[in-house]
């Protein structure tokens, strides 16, 4: 959707094209955190269930 110039051809400013463009950085930025926030939560809340299932795994001696 960009055109030679690596302008988008809908907003040839490159102003626009920059607030565009940190917008959507600022975007994914935003998206990677929750994600991470998301997969540390949910291996924070596997360790215990883990560390629990681990231990009556182990063979009674």
Request: glycine share 8%; hydrophobic share 40%; net charge positive.
């Given at each position: 959707?960009?055109n030679?110039?690596?302008?988008h051809p809908l907003?040839?400013?490159?102003?626009v094209?920059?607030a565009?463009?940190?917008?959507?950085?600022?975007?994914l930025?935003?998206t990677?955190?929750?994600?991470d926030?998301t997969?540390?939560?949910?291996?924070?809340?596997?360790?215990p269930i883990f560390?629990?299932?681990?231990?009556r795994?182990?063979?009674?001696?």
């Amino acid at each position: 959707m960009h055109n030679e110039s690596g302008q988008h051809p809908l907003f040839p400013d490159p102003g626009v094209q920059g607030a565009l463009n940190t917008r959507h950085d600022a975007a994914l930025t935003a998206t990677g955190a929750i994600i991470d926030a998301t997969i540390g939560k949910a291996t924070i809340e596997a360790k215990p269930i883990f560390l629990t299932t681990s231990h009556r795994l182990k063979p009674a001696k």
